[in-house]
């Protein structure tokens, strides 16, 4: 859990993500379309992708992947992202970290 811990703290948006996972590419789409870019981590490609995965579960990530941060806190996975943009509260969430118009 640590290493997940310091894997998203202190850098904007950061996305869990596996190679293989749709919905990890069209959560990976989404932030693109509203301007921010996360710093992704595909876990497949790390050794400890198991104990990554397992961690994540544990921090309330019903599914590991995608997992989602802002600001050092898991905001959740696909669903819980899905909701808050769907809400209106994605974005303001994301605003600090969203690259501006040229």
Known sequence: MDKVMRMSSGKGVVLFTKNSCCLCYAVQILFRDLRVQPTIHEIDNDPDCVEIEKALVR???PNAVPAVFVSG??????????????SGSLVPLIKPYQLSHN
Do not use: I, P, R, W
């Not at 898991?74 to 808050?84: A, D, F, K, Q």
């Open 59 to 61: 921090l309330g990530c």
């Open 73 to 86: 806190k898991l905001v959740g996975s696909t669903n819980e992202v899905m909701s808050l943009h769907l």
